[in-house]
């Protein structure tokens, strides 16, 4: 049985579920972080020194950080499906998920706390449409990659597809303006018929942000 510490309205939470739902390993999910709190006590300082969430317990291992996360439960569980055993093909996976950590979430989480956690009257909209500028020609890369293969890694869904689509969810909820990505929306459509993706990422607003005011 495999433990995850977290509240499931945290994207890097969001990204470990998605990934368990995806291996299909029996699992219980226990709420902290956020309105839970509980990442203060001296035991969860023994999970995670950083006191952040998600953390993974499985038999006596505890991994934090959500990508190593899915590194571990991939390589652990997912082997011919999230995890390609050849070097070079999983490369191709590792390749975007350290893309979106380095390139993606930097514009991504700017726009997030700018907009999203910031009241209507308080937002500096010149910064937020500078930020999706730049966020969109990461987009638009991506866009290009996705015109040669159905998946990030190529022609099934691995690892690699999980970071950037659950980041993609919560940049569609925002509605800012970005060009014809046809190739991105036809593969973010494909990610949506996933029911991990569904039971994980895929939640109601409220339940996700508390609110979300234009
Ligand atoms: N790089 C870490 C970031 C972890 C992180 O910052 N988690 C946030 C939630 S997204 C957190 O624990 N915040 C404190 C809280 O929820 O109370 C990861 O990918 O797991």
Do not use: C
């Not at 309205?9 to 709190?37: C, L, T, Y």
């Not at 995670?48 to 990508?67: C, K």
């Amino acid at each position: 049985m495999l433990t995850i510490w977290g509240r499931r309205n945290s994207i890097n939470v969001q990204k470990a579920m998605w990934a368990v739902g995806e291996v299909g390993v029996p699992h219980e999910r226990i709420d902290a972080g956020g309105e839970f709190g509980g990442l203060d006590t001296p035991e969860f300082a023994a999970l995670n020194p950083n006191r952040r969430v998600p953390v993974l317990r499985d038999g006596d291992t505890v991994v934090w950080e959500s990508n190593a996360i899915i590194r571990y439960l991939a390589a652990k569980y997912g082997a011919g499906t999230l995890w390609n055993p050849d070097p070079g093909a999983r490369a191709q996976a590792d390749i975007w998920m350290a893309w979106t950590q380095t390139m993606a979430y930097r514009e991504f989480i700017d726009l997030f706390w700018g907009f999203v956690r910031t009241p209507p009257e308080q937002r500096d909209m010149d910064a937020m449409r500078a930020a999706n500028g730049r966020l969109v020609k990461h987009l638009e890369l991506l866009d290009r990659h996705l015109g040669g293969q159905p998946y990030l890694a190529g022609e099934t869904f691995t690892m690699g597809d999980i970071p950037v689509g659950a980041l993609l969810y919560r940049y569609f909820a925002m509605e800012f303006d970005y060009p014809s990505l046809p190739n991105l929306i036809a593969w973010y459509a494909r990610l949506g018929e996933r029911p991990a993706y569904q039971a994980h990422v895929a939640i109601p607003f409220p339940e996700m942000w508390g609110r979300l005011e234009y």
